[in-house]
């Protein structure tokens, strides 16, 4: 089973409004991290957030929010006020527990429409 | 500027080749990271060092050969290669520490074609 899924292989936003990128996870590991990235066309993957499996709160950095469902396993992304500059691939991780094993869904490519 | 930088960004090599990837960290961390990028696939990670001693090789051919000579280097060495062997391949580092988040840091990317 895929440890991280992503459903949505693209999708389109207006400048300066809100968009949702979904993110699944499956663990059963108490202890996770999840992570968000993006990817412009440059190559370079940029990490945007992360939320602990025991943060009480939802994280949030600037534009960007992690929408975490527990009990869903569920991490969605929640990028506000959208600029031209976030089209980009953006990816979901996990890790479980402390260790090096990242595991990485297939992505969302987001288009920001002017 | 990237703290992870990856040399060449481009490489166009022949199936009979012997080529290079190098990969720098200068962020202070302890685990660095390959990772293959196809399109539509997720990241596969590839070889994983910590404290310059590989702890992680997920199956990968021998015709890889990843050479850690210190914690802010990282090679991977190719020989022989498929051309499905052509991808995105990222360098990553990261501070893996007890209470801390771990995430990664990756370079640009060094795109490789195998012909």
């Known amino acids: 089973a895929q440890k991280i899924t992503q459903t949505q292989p693209g999708m389109f936003v207006q400048e300066k409004e809100a968009v949702t990128l979904d993110c699944t996870y499956d663990t059963s590991d108490p202890s996770y991290g999840l992570f968000w990235y993006k990817q412009p066309s440059s190559g370079e993957m940029i990490f945007l957030i992360y939320q602990g499996s025991y943060d009480q709160q939802n994280a949030t950095e600037g534009r960007y929010s992690l929408n975490f469902q527990k009990a869903r396993k569920s991490a969605n992304l929640v990028i506000s006020a959208s600029q031209l500059g976030d089209s980009a691939m953006y990816f979901c991780a996990m890790r479980e527990g402390t260790g090096n094993q990242f595991y990485f869904g297939t992505g969302t490519s987001l288009t920001v429409i002017p | 500027e990237t703290g992870v930088t990856q040399t060449p960004r481009h490489l166009v090599m022949g199936m009979t080749n012997k080529k290079s990837l190098k990969c720098e960290q200068h962020l202070g961390h302890n685990a660095m990271y390959w990772y293959k990028q196809s399109a539509k696939k997720p990241l596969e990670l590839m070889f994983v060092y910590n404290f310059k001693e590989q702890t992680e090789n997920n199956s990968v051919p021998s015709r890889f050969s990843p050479e850690c000579p210190n914690s802010s280097h990282l090679f991977l060495h190719l020989h022989t290669l498929q051309p499905e062997d052509s991808a995105l391949y990222l360098c990553?580092?990261?501070?893996?520490?007890?209470?801390?988040?771990?995430?990664?840091?990756f370079g640009e990317g060094s795109r490789l074609t195998v012909l």
């Open positions: 990553a580092s990261s501070q893996v520490k007890i209470a801390a988040t771990g995430e990664l840091f």
